[in-house]
Nanobody, 115 residues
């Protein structure tokens, strides 16, 4: 019954910005970690950003200083503000949720950075 709904992906020029959002729903008692990973065909899925229930954040090295993850007031929605986007950021971005028992993944949203 747990579901993750992603929004905000699209096409943007290099140097531009996008804001992704992920809303979790279902029988969730506690969200320990929530955030975003990304994957390009032929490459490993990699960490983008996560935020824990303690509000501690973790960022992949390639996005530090450019991306910011935050939790909304309902505590079950996270946003990812992506600034200074590069062509290398092109990937499918997957929302991630860990409520303490197992991992949940969204369907993925495409982000394409191109001129």
């Amino acid at each position: 019954q747990v579901q993750l709904v992603e929004s905000g992906g699209g096409l943007v020029q290099p140097g531009g910005s996008l804001r992704l959002s992920c809303a979790a729903s279902g029988p969730i008692f506690r969200i320990y970690v929530m955030g975003w990973y990304r994957q390009t065909p032929g490459k490993q899925r990699e960490l983008v950003a996560t935020i824990a229930h303690t509000d501690r954040t973790n960022y992949g090295d390639s996005v530090k200083g450019r991306f910011t993850i935050s939790r909304e007031n309902d505590k079950q929605t996270v946003s990812l503000q992506m600034n200074s986007l590069k062509p290398e950021d092109t990937a499918v971005y997957y929302c991630y949720l860990n409520p303490g028992l197992r991992d949940y993944w969204g369907q993925g949203t495409q982000v394409t950075v191109s001129s």
